[in-house]
């Protein structure tokens, strides 16, 4: 069987049964879907309905605001752009090229001896013809026995839901980056001065915690940023000069970023009584995911 699929609107548009793979065989379901292409109205408006449906779709992506916005407009213009370009190109430059492509078409000769194309075909043919002969064999047999596989394929089914308790339960897994971006905030009026104090002395603790074979380097971000454009573009959470940000970077061969998250996250409470300390994402798969949210969340009674 050849089948031409519209891959505008997802639909059969011309199709042929044959024994055998030959020529005619595709250039009927060709000259159907070349017809039905200009003069049916079965295809030209579910395509018109399908363009409708995702132009529709996208203007609400434009009142998106933030990170969001500059991620997800841009895929909506994308889309739109592509559907129209294949509503044209389907009107104008494919049948053209199924009309010159068909032309050109020619009945083969039983007397021509087949070149190595020809043979590697009816040789994949032969073989697909055993397949397709075994597979009809398995299915008349299932088809007997009904109930048996039936029971068969249930119980696969059920002996499959055992292995939820050894799947993952993220739906995005995490990623380790080898970088840590921790956000520090002094208690209410420490002076700019005061939290680059505070900040040399989270340094030392993290240095102790992280081996010197795996840290690459320390970065401080104290205090508001200079311009208010960096302000208003930065994630960072950051309202005075009592918050700092403390970004650690690994070198390739560490241990598990994790690890010292967790660590870090036990140990500095307890060593700076008063301060705030949270762990922001420092890869750009999970700052894209939370749509560039500090996503901290702070419980205080």
Same mark, same amino acid.
């Given at each position: #069987?050849? *089948? &031409?699929?519209? *891959?505008?609107?997802?639909?059969? *548009?011309?199709?042929?049964?044959?024994?055998?793979?030959?020529?005619?065989?595709?250039? !009927?379901?060709?000259?159907?879907?070349?017809?039905?292409?200009? *003069?049916?109205?079965?295809?030209?408006?579910?395509?018109?309905?399908? =363009? $409708?449906?995702?132009?529709? !779709?996208?203007? +609400?992506?434009?009142?998106?605001?933030?990170?969001?916005?500059? =991620?997800?407009?841009?895929?909506?213009?994308?889309?739109?752009?592509?559907?129209?370009? $294949?509503?044209?190109?389907?009107?104008?430059?494919?049948?053209?090229?199924?009309?010159?492509? #068909?032309?050109?078409?020619?009945?083969?000769?039983? @007397?021509? @001896? +087949?070149?190595?194309?020809?043979?590697?075909?009816?040789?994949?043919?032969?073989?697909? /013809?055993? #397949?397709?002969?075994?597979?009809?064999?398995?299915?008349?047999? %299932?088809?007997?026995?009904?109930? %048996?596989?039936? $029971?068969?394929?249930?119980?696969?089914?059920?002996?499959?839901?055992?292995?939820?308790?050894?799947?993952?339960?993220?739906?995005? +897994?995490? &990623?380790?980056?080898?970088?840590?971006?921790?956000? #520090?905030?002094?208690?209410?009026?420490?002076?700019?001065?005061?939290?680059?104090?505070?900040?040399? @002395?989270?340094?030392?603790?993290?240095?102790?915690?992280?081996?010197?074979?795996?840290?690459?380097?320390?970065?401080?971000?104290?205090?508001?940023?200079?311009?208010?454009?960096?302000?208003?573009?930065?994630?960072?959470?950051?309202?005075?000069?009592?918050?700092?940000?403390?970004?650690?970077?690994? @070198?390739?061969?560490?241990?598990?970023?994790?690890?010292?998250?967790? /660590?870090?996250? !036990?140990?500095?409470?307890?060593?700076?009584?008063?301060?705030?300390?949270?762990?922001?994402?420092?890869?750009?798969?999970?700052?894209?995911?939370?749509?560039?949210?500090?996503?901290?969340?702070?419980?205080?009674?």
């Amino acid at each position: #069987m050849a *089948v &031409v699929l519209d *891959v505008f609107s997802r639909r059969i *548009v011309g199709w042929a049964m044959s024994n055998h793979l030959y020529t005619e065989l595709m250039l !009927a379901p060709l000259n159907t879907a070349r017809r039905a292409s200009f *003069v049916g109205k079965q295809i030209l408006q579910p395509k018109r309905d399908r =363009l $409708s449906g995702y132009a529709g !779709a996208s203007p +609400p992506m434009f009142f998106l605001t933030g990170v969001a916005r500059y =991620l997800f407009v841009p895929l909506a213009e994308a889309v739109v752009f592509a559907m129209l370009a $294949s509503y044209i190109f389907s009107r104008t430059l494919v049948p053209t090229l199924a009309m010159l492509l #068909m032309g050109h078409a020619h009945a083969p000769d039983a @007397k021509t @001896k +087949p070149n190595l194309f020809m043979r590697l075909h009816r040789r994949f043919d032969r073989g697909f /013809e055993r #397949m397709r002969g075994a597979y009809i064999v398995i299915l008349s047999s %299932l088809l007997v026995r009904r109930r %048996l596989f039936a $029971s068969l394929f249930l119980g696969f089914c059920l002996l499959s839901a055992g292995l939820v308790f050894v799947l993952g339960e993220d739906f995005f +897994p995490s &990623v380790d980056a080898g970088d840590i971006r921790m956000h #520090m905030r002094a208690p209410t009026g420490t002076r700019i001065e005061e939290t680059a104090r505070l900040a040399d @002395k989270v340094e030392k603790v993290v240095r102790r915690i992280v081996s010197q074979n795996e840290l690459e380097t320390i970065l401080d971000n104290l205090g508001l940023p200079y311009s208010g454009i960096n302000l208003s573009y930065s994630n960072a959470g950051t309202i005075g000069t009592l918050d700092g940000e403390i970004q650690v970077a690994l @070198k390739p061969d560490h241990a598990p970023t994790q690890n010292y998250i967790d /660590e870090l996250r !036990a140990l500095l409470p307890r060593r700076f009584p008063g301060v705030e300390f949270f762990f922001q994402p420092a890869d750009i798969v999970t700052q894209i995911l939370n749509f560039g949210l500090p996503a901290a969340i702070d419980v205080q009674i």
